[in-house]
């Protein structure tokens, strides 16, 4: 009988133990993210686009442009991470992969073209009405829960038709890539953490280590190319969300997170944790 050297078993549990613990880490944030959407209907006014423009008008800083604000700020740090574990829209399209998991490659842009008038329209109000005399972050909420009667009640399946259907005609996150008036704020927070070099969780590759399985492009829940990216050592993408899925589904550990500042073609640098 031959046994296998003392580091081989090593090795092999220490290869177990980081494929568990990848599997773990999906099972939290598909378990955050789904709680996320079925807390919908009591939080979807701290995300409403009408609510910051209602609060405007009537000198109210209202609970969505604190959301918001906080968005931008944590993009600082953390990217678009609220998108991939945190985010209830998120979430519903999640669910629905399963029945129509094709690929978005298009319609990024069309965001901009509803944030930027949106986002205008916000700051005249705010000069022409003398800007914020108030903080009334639970505005329009009944006891702080976005559904208090049956207006709200249709608001909210509207929003949420608006979300879903995209993902079940055109494909994965359909709404974050073509609609979100939330993602726009982490993307331009993530810039400015990018140009300024602020430490933040980020996305690395190994290149010398990838197989070439396709598992990070076919998984990718925001259609990216991930190998590609891997394989040129550019991981920034302001469409990532930080899902962790590419990291957690390569078995040749060839991208991991890290937090830190952003280094460009790492093509050298060994790492041996996910």
Not at 83 to 95: E, N
Not at 185 to 191: E, T, Y
Not at 194 to 213: D, F, R
Not at 228 to 248: F, P, R
Request: contains cysteine; glycine residues 8%.
């Amino acid at each position: 009988m031959v046994r296998r050297p003392l580091s081989d078993k090593r090795k092999s549990i220490t290869l177990i133990y980081k494929i568990s613990y990848k599997m773990k880490r999906q099972k939290i944030r598909k378990a955050i993210i789904f709680i996320s959407f079925l807390l919908f209907p009591a939080t979807f006014y701290y995300l409403s686009p009408y609510l910051i423009i209602d609060g405007t008008l009537n000198g109210i800083i209202t609970g969505s442009f604190l959301f918001f604000t906080l968005l931008f700020i944590s993009s600082l740090f953390l990217g678009r991470a609220f998108c991939g574990w945190l985010c209830p829209a998120g979430g519903a399209q999640d669910i629905i992969l399963d029945i129509n998991g094709k690929k978005i490659r298009k319609g990024n842009i069309i965001k901009w073209m509803i944030w930027i008038p949106w986002v205008s329209v916000i700051v005249i109000l705010a000069v022409k009405n003398g800007g914020y005399h108030t903080v009334d972050p639970f505005y329009q909420t009944t006891y702080g829960f976005s559904i208090g009667n049956v207006y709200a009640l249709i608001t909210y399946l509207l929003v949420l038709m608006l979300i879903v259907v995209p993902a079940f005609i055109f494909g994965r996150r359909s709404f974050c890539h073509s609609i979100c008036w939330m993602a726009p704020f982490m993307i331009i927070g993530r810039k400015i953490r990018n140009l300024i070099k602020l430490p933040a969780l980020q996305l690395s590759s190994q290149p010398s280590t990838c197989v070439h399985c396709h598992s990070c492009t076919n998984t990718c829940p925001m259609s990216l190319p991930v190998e590609d990216m891997v394989t040129s050592a550019k991981m920034e993408n302001t469409e990532c969300v930080l899902c962790g899925k590419c990291v957690d589904g390569c078995k040749s550990g060839s991208i991991r997170y890290e937090f830190g500042r952003q280094v460009k073609n790492k093509r050298n640098k060994d790492h041996s944790r996910g």
